[in-house]
């Protein structure tokens, strides 16, 4: 078994799933803040799937969308945080 | 062997992935959400971008571009997390019902959100 089929049948498989479990709290987030964070996590994921579908095609470019996707990740949070504060002050 | 190892990491970067993904769907809090997936997801990105810089071994842009993304989710995931726990306890996102102690109750200034040390009250339990 090579190290491409056991990513793509093992390793891709259980990050799908784990993406399937952060959208269903994305989408029953009782609060924003829940919702934020759950956007957030869903991008790391996105991060980490970016990284090993590069390693399973031997494509090493797609690491590049990799870095600029954790870049806009950290941005909206803090986004996000920085205008949920100001509503809340008025 | 290298792909031995690759394997292994690959593996335990995912499985961290998959409870970290498990601990936001099924904890009771906001603020305990926060506390599992943050750690465990900057834990299982890192291990996943160590494989690619292992992968990749002769071309040296590559690595070096692997080493500063997780050089980045270490670095800003703590803060992003502090922050926006810091804003959703600003508008009061309710606790989980089994909370027993909030220290910071009551040390916040509700108009200028400024951090008091609280060493006037004497006691702050919840």
Redesign the interface.
């Given at each position: 078994m090579?190290?491409s089929t056991?990513?793509d049948y093992?390793?891709l498989p259980?990050?799908g799933?784990?993406?399937l479990?952060?959208f269903?709290?994305l989408l029953r987030g009782p609060?924003v803040?829940?919702r934020?964070?759950?956007l957030?996590?869903l991008i790391?994921?996105g991060?980490?799937v970016i990284?090993?579908y590069?390693?399973s095609t031997e494509k090493?470019t797609f690491?590049?969308v990799?870095?600029i996707l954790?870049?806009i990740?950290?941005l909206g949070?803090?986004a996000?945080?920085?205008y949920?504060?100001k509503?809340?002050?008025k | 062997m290298i792909a031995i190892l690759i394997g292994i990491l690959c593996t335990i970067g995912a499985l961290a992935i998959l409870i970290a993904a498990i601990g936001i769907l099924r904890m009771p809090d906001f603020y305990l959400r926060l506390s599992v997936t943050v750690k465990a997801a900057t834990l299982g990105g890192g291990l996943l971008l160590l494989c690619a810089a292992f992968y990749f071994p002769e071309e040296v842009s590559v690595t070096t571009k692997a080493v500063a993304i997780i050089f980045f989710l270490t670095l800003t995931a703590p803060v992003a997390a502090h922050l926006i726990a810091r804003a959703a306890y600003f508008i009061g996102t309710e606790k989980w019902s089994g909370t027993v102690r909030d220290d910071l109750a009551g040390m916040y200034d509700k108009e200028t959100h400024k951090l008091s040390s609280g060493k006037k009250d004497t006691e702050n339990f919840m």
């Open positions: 090579t190290l056991y990513i093992v390793i259980i990050l799933l784990s993406l479990l952060v269903i709290r609060n803040v829940d934020v964070i759950a957030d996590l790391t994921i991060v980490s990284t090993v590069s390693i090493s690491i590049d990799a870095m954790a870049l990740a950290f949070t803090i996000f945080a920085y949920l504060e509503r809340g002050r | -």
